[in-house]
């Protein structure tokens, strides 16, 4: 569906669907219904189908991804299953995970042996400074 949709998403935009600059491990298996960014690296036993993988991805050993849309720069760890998900730009999923249905926003971290379904996952929970609670404390 990717290729299909190629020219919906991009239009006047060309593209070669593995360029040269990829790495593949043995028995690595890239479907041709797959689009594949410049410099994206495999490890072995990767099976890619239905799906777009961004530029500068590292892809670990033992990694399934199907029906999904990474971008780029996002590594993905040794035996990870990913599929129907978005995982956005700048992202590191752990050491076997699964992720099922998810959209993970960018520069986000999936912790090793993660187990999630149709989940969002943002910003992580933001540190907040309490010197700004004594200047507060302070004025009143």
Same mark, same amino acid.
Request: some cysteine.
């Given at each position: ?28 298996? *890239?479907? $041709?219904? +797959?689009? /594949? #960014? @410049?410099?994206? &690296? ?10 777009? %993988? ?32 978005? *995982?956005? $730009?700048? +992202?590191? /999923? #752990? @050491?076997?995970? &699964? ?10 971290? %999936? ?30």
């Amino acid at each position: 569906q990717i290729v299909k949709m190629k020219d919906t998403l991009a239009p006047n935009t060309s593209y070669i669907r593995l360029p040269p600059s990829v790495v593949q491990g043995g028995k690595t298996q *890239i479907g $041709n219904d +797959c689009i /594949i #960014g @410049d410099s994206a &690296s495999f490890g072995t036993n990767v099976t890619i189908k239905k799906s777009m %993988v961004g530029k500068s991805c590292i892809i670990g050993s033992n990694v399934r991804i199907t029906n999904s849309i990474i971008m780029n720069h996002v590594t993905i760890a040794d035996g990870s299953t990913i599929q129907g998900c978005v *995982i956005c $730009n700048h +992202c590191q /999923i #752990g @050491d076997n995970c &699964s992720l099922t249905n998810c959209q993970v926003s960018g520069d986000q971290k %999936v912790q090793e042996n993660s187990e999630l379904k149709g989940q969002t996952i943002t910003a992580q929970e933001m540190e907040f400074d309490d010197s700004d609670d004594d200047q507060l404390d302070m004025m009143s």
